[in-house]
């Protein structure tokens, strides 16, 4: 046997880390379409790894095998770039990673890394827990965070139930978000981040993030943003000075629905009085080595895959089905059942104004289309209907193309109640909070063509002129593993 020891391998990782950095500098030199669609998979690693395998290969596999137990030693010290073991790191779930960090941070010099989650909520665990440990000197003192309240329904679960109930860790409230006074007089000494959600789900709050980020360094804390809703097309938080960002992969991201996956992106050397210099230098990685080894939550090599393919065609789509969301609310807008709509694109939504200083499509001045910079909102809105409650059930039960479910980002349109679904287990109280009426509808526009979708809503709200609801019988299929399917 031929005994090289570790040190062979780490010089072999030093020359494969200066190759992989140069070539990321050149992936960041390229306009956002190119990085979604090549992101960090290189020709390279192709052919050297790959078998020429265009498309990112899925790893199926729990483990990597090493050559002997020189680099086995390498590798589970950290020594030497490694997966390991899927748990902790797969090169399918690296290539979103790659891809995620190098889009939240696009257009600015700022250094990025980013973790794959099992989940959106997964992530927001992953990003906020770190910085909520029991101070070392003093273990009873209290922890609190200030967040917005008008938060995904998950999340308010999360933060409500989980973190102030279970944890006795404080969840400071802010109820007007885009006032910033109200912020700074939550933040004291014992408060660990700053959160918030933009544009919320689903009332599409707004705040002055640059002001934000500003108070939380100002008082030595990271910013914490859940940027799902307007996806790294439109807005960038951490280019703007945000330490961390939260995806759920889940939705605009990976719009085509096969599955649930969730990421958190920080810049390098964020902002935290109460975390060591490990896990400020590289949070991405420290949550990777370290806690989520531990605890568990990462993704699966073939959803990380799955959302690989989807992201390609990002800016486009959100351009694409921005613009419908557009048209479908100026719609809604003068109907004659509407009490309300709500949409940033809107310029009767009074955070329009807000919205435009942040909401920009990317790369929307290289487009020979455009030629400058142009604004765009996103494809989620809402609307409430005149009648209260069940003239609302009544209108969503009509919808014949608009598909019912408890979802958004997908490339079909799909609408639900959000009082009596992603917002029920909150209470009256927390929906107030939310400003989520029992009248109010979520409407995520998918990409079907603004006409069939004006038209599905129009037929729709008939009911309220009398139209029947269409009848279906329900029958029950065995499929459902957990709990029978109602087929309608
Ligand atoms: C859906 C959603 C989440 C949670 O993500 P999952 O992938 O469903 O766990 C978090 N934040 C926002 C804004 C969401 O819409």
């Known amino acids: 046997m031929n005994h090289q020891g570790t040190n062979h391998y780490i010089e072999a990782a030093k020359r494969s880390a200066q190759w992989h950095s140069d070539h990321l500098k050149e992936m960041k030199k390229c306009r956002f379409d190119t990085i979604s669609v090549h992101g960090v998979y290189s020709m390279q690693e192709a052919l050297d790894f790959n078998q020429g395998s265009i498309i990112e290969p899925v790893y199926m596999s729990t483990s990597q095998a090493y050559r002997d137990s020189d680099e086995m030693e390498a590798a589970l010290g950290y020594q030497i770039p490694t997966w390991c073991y899927s748990r902790i790191a797969n090169p399918s779930m690296y290539y979103l990673e790659g891809v995620l ?6 257009g600015s010099d700022v250094e990025t890394s980013c973790i794959a989650t099992a989940s959106g909520m997964a992530a927001i665990q992953t990003a906020v827990d770190p910085f909520l440990l029991p101070d070392k000197e003093n273990p009873t003192r209290p922890v609190n965070f ?5 938060l995904y329904g998950g999340t308010f679960q999360q933060f409500a139930v989980r973190k102030d109930q279970e944890r006795h860790i ?6 007007h978000s885009d006032d910033i006074n109200e912020w700074e007089s939550l933040i004291d000494e014992n408060t660990r981040f700053l959160y918030g959600e933009m544009p919320s789900n689903p009332g ?4 002055d993030l640059d002001q934000v980020i500003e108070l939380a360094h100002k008082h030595g804390i990271p910013m914490i943003v859940d940027s799902t809703v307007a996806t790294p097309a439109l807005m960038r938080p951490i280019a703007r000075g945000a330490d961390i960002v939260v995806q759920s992969v889940s939705k605009t991201l990976s719009t085509s629905g096969f599955g649930i996956a969730g990421a958190v992106i920080a810049r390098k050397n964020l902002v935290s009085k109460n975390v060591g210099p490990e896990v400020k230098a590289d949070f991405c990685m420290y949550a990777k080595t370290l806690p989520n080894r531990d605890n568990g939550p990462n993704i699966s090599p073939m959803n990380a ?16 089905q921005s613009r419908t969301t557009l048209t479908v609310s100026k719609f809604l807008e003068t109907h004659k059942h509407i009490e309300k709509v709500d949409y940033l694109g809107l310029e009767t939504h009074p955070l329009h104004e807000l919205a435009k200083k942040y909401l920009v499509l990317v790369d929307s001045e290289y487009d020979e289309q455009y030629g400058e910079q142009v604004n765009r909102y996103g494809h989620l809105m809402s609307f409430r209907i005149k009648g209260g409650a069940q003239a609302t059930r009544d209108v969503f039960d009509a919808m014949q193309r608009i598909w019912r479910a408890t979802d958004l980002g997908r490339i079909k349109s799909v609408a639900t109640i959000p009082a009596i679904s992603t917002h029920s287990q909150q209470g009256e109280e927390g929906r107030k909070l939310a400003d989520i009426p029992s009248n109010l509808i979520r409407l995520c526009v998918g990409a079907e063509h603004p006409d069939d979708i004006i038209a599905d809503l129009n037929q729709a709200l008939e009911v309220l002129d009398g139209k029947k609801i269409p009848y279906t019988s329900p029958e029950y299929s065995a499929g459902g593993a957990s709990s029978a399917t109602l087929k309608r």
């Open 170 to 175: 404080q969840w400071r409230k802010v109820v």
């Open 204 to 207: 599409q709050a707004f705040f």
């Open 146 to 150: 200030v967040a917005t309240t008008q």
């Open 305 to 320: 895959i799955l959302a690989v393919n989807d992201i390609r065609t990002l800016r486009m789509r959100v351009d694409m």
């Open 101 to 106: 960090a190098l889009l939240e941070g696009y």
